[in-house]
């Protein structure tokens, strides 16, 4: 997995100047858009589309202060549609505009190659547990999302949809089906496809034996939907933290931590998180990655 992204890199550098985007990097070391998405932005923290917007002003600054070539023909080299969105850009990155930054003198930001290198070493734990699912059932919430969103980390469409099922009292009801002290909650989440434009995220309860079937078809017939899981392994990680923040912690660790030591990868499953009714004292949530181990003459391949 790190050497891919790596691979990646390389992609990204010899073909900076061409009409690129992240879901044709991830076509090139053959992943899915969302896989490559995800392992991308918690190894380089940072997106690959973000990456490619810097190295361009990176580079189009150097070619401005360096070279004769006019605002106009360095915007058109590096993707801009017009010299006035390049300009803007190249302010927000730079702090000054492309017609000062061929002055001499002129301060500008340089944004060097991505190499990601991984260090195994001891003294840093990081619990987890793999655990065997059958077939699950779930009664959920659903909604549908573009898959776009998973590259704006400044997107809150999902925390925008926990709030306004909340806010319409649409989760207490669900979760009177279960006993009580296991009403825990899950956020389940369907892996993103390429040939699709967009995923399925729900807000659920578990359907199992402590759950009264017997109200399921009065749910289903008022927009609630039936979500089924096939049988999994998975990796799972406790979540301590006041918010959200440790969540997407946990998941930059297991791509940094997890992968790279343990010989296990993401699978194309359906992942999700436990918010438990009474849960262990600090913890927000566990989280629950379908994982496959990887053939022994694939791992420890990491670069040390």
Known sequence: ?????????????????????????????????????????????????????????????????????????????????????????????????????????????????????????GGSVMDYRIEHRQKQQFLALVRDFPNEITNDDQDHSIPDFWSECSGKNLIGPMQQLRVEGKRDLYGLCAPVRDSETHFRYGIGILVDGDTDVTRLEYFTENGYTIWETDPADYAVFQCFGPNGDCLGETWSKFFKEFVPQTGYEQTDDADYEIYFEKGEKGLFCELWVPVRQIAENQAGKATV
Do not use: W
């Open 1 to 121: 997995m790190i050497q891919l992204i790596q691979q990646a890199i390389h992609y990204m550098e010899e073909h900076i100047c061409e009409d690129l985007r992240f879901t044709d990097v991830a076509k090139h070391v053959h992943m899915s858009s969302y896989q490559f998405h995800r392992t991308f932005r918690f190894l380089a923290g940072m997106t690959a589309n973000e990456y490619i917007r810097k190295r361009r002003l990176s580079l189009a600054a150097r070619e401005l202060q360096t070279t004769k070539c006019s605002v106009i023909d360095v915007a058109y080299k590096y993707g801009y549609e017009s010299p006035e969105s390049f300009s803007k850009a190249f302010l927000r990155f730079h702090g000054v505009t492309p017609k000062q930054a061929k002055q001499k003198g002129t301060k500008l930001h340089l944004f060097n190659p991505l190499v990601i290198k991984i260090i195994l070493e």
